[in-house]
């Protein structure tokens, strides 16, 4: 089956750039997206077709996706932005959702 | 506002049933795929299965395949997943998740824009 692999961990100071990867097979074809998910809360949408920001996510999140890797980029990281982030794809009939393992931002 | 609310979680035996339940309200529930995704205790977000708007496609991932099935009723705004010879390894919590599907570029893309908070099913003896 198809996976989407991220680092479990990911360390930066506050006012640093945290980027977190993401890679599969099938993302040169298909769209990457990125969520949030803080202790007991559910996920929160934060990059949509690898690079677009919804609305009320702020301007410090961007992504960026070329060949098989996606990435999530958190410029000037705050403390409020530790959290659990997940990528997300489908494979590559497009049937089958898949999230990638999740990597724990830890901002301190 | 959308709203996503889950219920019928709790503890079960291996081996017996559960059906799952998400009251949609807000939106026009019949326009959109839906989702449930689970999280086991600790552990990252899994996709479990989705319904086109009319019910006429279904998808699951591998492990489910066979034992759960997901449904709709849209004169209900409800969305459903019948659990079936439930396993330890389907603890988790279970999220309703409202589902867009674009095309951008030529290509088609799928993602969860609403999520519920969850329901718990635990199965244990």
């Known amino acids: 089956s198809y996976e989407l692999t991220q680092p479990p961990s990911v360390s930066v100071s506050p006012g640093q750039t945290a980027r977190i990867t993401c890679s599969g097979d099938a993302l040169p074809k298909k769209y990457a997206y990125w969520y949030q998910q803080k202790s007991g809360q559910a996920p929160v949408l934060v990059i949509y077709e690898d690079s677009k920001r919804p609305s009320g996510i702020p301007e410090r999140f961007s992504g960026s996706s070329s060949g098989t890797m996606a990435t999530l980029t958190i410029s000037g990281a705050q403390v409020e932005d530790e959290a659990d982030y997940y990528c997300y794809s489908t494979d590559s009939s497009g049937n089958h959702g898949v999230f990638g393992g999740g990597t724990k931002l830890t901002v301190l | ?125």
């Open chain 2, 1 to 125: 506002e959308v709203q996503l609310v889950e219920s019928g979680g709790g503890l079960v035996q291996p081996g017996g049933s559960l059906r799952l339940s998400c009251a949609a309200s807000g939106f026009t529930f019949s326009s959109y795929w839906m989702s449930w995704v689970r999280q086991a205790p600790g552990k990252g977000l899994e996709w479990v299965a989705n319904i086109k708007q009319d019910g006429s496609e279904k998808y699951y991932v591998d492990s489910v395949k066979g034992r759960f099935t997901i449904s709709r009723d849209n004169a209900k705004n409800s969305l459903y997943l019948q659990m079936n010879s439930l396993r330890a390894e389907d603890t988790a919590v279970y999220y309703c998740a409202r589902q867009r599907i674009t095309m951008v570029r030529g290509v088609i893309g799928s993602y969860f824009d609403y999520w519920g908070q969850g329901t718990l099913v635990t199965v244990s003896s």
